[in-house]
Every structure is written in structure tokens, then in C-alpha cells.
């Protein structure tokens, strides 16, 4: 079981470099979370550099305007690394295509310059998705029928973003991973990219070690997260410690001991919202 802390700086002497998640820790899609950027910030003044990690399905440099107009600091972190940077090596590797591009037009900066054709789901040779076209009225189940032709042509589904909800403010909404869920039940090939997958680490962990100037000693780098199936998880599968944010998207579950045991997730520490 994790032991619970009053604040990253009773653990900060014991590591270099922190990967730290975005969504549900430092912001909740309207607002920042000062106590939370603050506690980054001593954190990298004092200790080593702050590498983000989100599963935001965009390359990293799209989504750093989205953190200022948050009033997330540029002091709180140095790096930044997202699923869309991953996804974008499977993409190009698929390069013409055609694909079939679910999501919001927001998302369009995930293809830009990789030389892919765009097509109906009917003439695609395999779907990307980076969410649901309208995450603030649909749901999953308004896909089941064209995500259930999809899986009978035998599309692979690539998913720019594992995570399955998020909190928008109060709201919870959809996200990628719960359109991945489905079509895994209807029988389709998935391919996940972000967090808890190792492509996303790998390149997070490269950026940790570029900023330190120096390699970083995996024992000595923490996980920040609010999300078990992919902070934690994805943590786990690295064998890195892991601070689970129990205030986060499980808040409402219950018991945050018995969240993490069910799911077969081991977090060093927690704490339930990120402070210093």
C-alpha cells in the first residue's frame, strides 16, 4: 500500500528527475492547480527537471498554449511529452493510408506533415482516433454501429489517447480509450499509444536525461498520477515509483488502498492533491 506524505517535498531528496501527468494534477481542463504548479516548480529549482507526460492524443508543442491559457507556469516544468508525440511514429509508419480521423478537428496538429490521405470509414485502410467528434453530447455507444462495420473489414483502430474519461471542470466526459474499449469488444484490433505503454516512457525518460545532462538513474525517478489504469500502471510497468493522486479521477470510487489492490497497482507513495 502507498504511504501516504503531506507534500513532495518530504520525497523530493529521493529522486532526480520527475514525469509528472497533466490532466487531474496540475489542471482540470478549465483551471490550473497553483498548490500543484507551485510544488513543480520548487521541485525543479531545487531538485531536477519536470518532464510532463499526458495522454493528450496532439504533439507535445500544440498543447503548450492550451497550458498557458490554463496559467499553468512554464517554471513548474522543462519537458513535455504527450501520446500524440508516440501515435505520430505509428501514423507515419501507415503513411499514405488512407485513414479514417475520429476526433475533434482540434486534434488535426496530430497529422500535420506526415503525408497521410484522409478518407470515410467506409474507404479508410485503418482508423486513428483521438476521441469522440462531440465529447460534450456523445457517448460511446453512438459509434457502436460504424465501429461495428469498422471491426468486420478488419480495420486496425489506433489510439491516440488510452485514457477512457477526464474531468472537464465538473464534468466527466469520454475520451479515446472508451472508444477503444468498444471496439476491442466488438472484435477489432486495437493499438494503444500514451500512457501506460512503454513508447510514451521511453521518450519521456530520453527527455528527463537530455534536460539533466546526464543519464538518469531509473530508481531515482518518480511517477506523478491521478489515473491507476495508466499513471500507475504505466509506472509499474517501468518499475518506477509512482505518487498516486488520490483526489484525482478515482475520488468518488472509494477507498483509494482498495482501488489500487483491485487493480493489481502498486504506488510508492500518495498524497490527494499535489502540494509541496
Known amino acids: 500500500m502507498p504511504v501516504p506524505i503531506s507534500g513532495l517535498s518530504s520525497i523530493a531528496h529521493r529522486y532526480d528527475a520527475v514525469l509528472c501527468d497533466v490532466w487531474g494534477v496540475i489542471h482540470n481542463g478549465r483551471e ?16 531536477g527537471p519536470v518532464v510532463l507526460i499526458s ?17 499553468v507556469p512554464r517554471a513548474s516544468w522543462s519537458g513535455f511529452v504527450t501520446s500524440g508525440d508516440a501515435t505520430r511514429n505509428l501514423l507515419s509508419a501507415r503513411a499514405p493510408g488512407p485513414v479514417w480521423a475520429l476526433g475533434p478537428e482540434r486534434d488535426s496538429p496530430l497529422y500535420e506533415g506526415l503525408g497521410l490521405e484522409f478518407s470515410t470509414l467506409d474507404e479508410a485502410a485503418f482508423i486513428c482516433c483521438t476521441g469522440l467528434f462531440d465529447d460534450t453530447t456523445e457517448t460511446p455507444e453512438d459509434y457502436r454501429e460504424r465501429l461495428t462495420r469498422a471491426a468486420a473489414r478488419k480495420l486496425v483502430f489506433i489510439c491516440a489517447n488510452p485514457d477512457r474519461v477526464v474531468h472537464r471542470g465538473d464534468d466527466l466526459i469520454f ?28 521518450l519521456a525518460l530520453f527527455e528527463a536525461a537530455k534536460l539533466a545532462g546526464k543519464p538518469i538513474d531509473r530508481t531515482r525517478v518518480l511517477c506523478i498520477g491521478d489515473g491507476i489504469g495508466t499513471d500507475v500502471k504505466g509506472a509499474n510497468n517501468q518499475g518506477l515509483d509512482c505518487l498516486y493522486i ?31
Not at 32 to 47: D, G, H, I, N, V
Not at 176 to 200: C, N, S
Not at 254 to 260: C, K, N
Open 32 to 47: 490550473s492547480f497553483p498548490a500543484a504548479c507551485e510544488a513543480l516548480s520548487t521541485y525543479q529549482a531545487q531538485r
Open 55 to 71: 495522454n493528450a492524443p496532439r504533439p507535445a508543442k500544440a498543447v503548450h498554449e492550451q497550458l498557458d491559457l490554463l496559467a
Open 175 to 202: 475520451c479515446a480509450g472508451a472508444l477503444a474499449d468498444l471496439y476491442a469488444e466488438l472484435g477489432g484490433e486495437v493499438i494503444m499509444a500514451g500512457k501506460p505503454y512503454p513508447a510514451t516512457y521511453e
Open 246 to 276: 488520490s483526489g484525482g479521477i478515482h475520488a468518488a470510487e472509494g477507498d483509494a488502498d482498495a482501488l489500487l489492490a483491485r487493480a493489481g497497482a502498486q504506488a510508492a507513495w500518495s498524497l490527494a492533491a499535489l502540494a509541496w
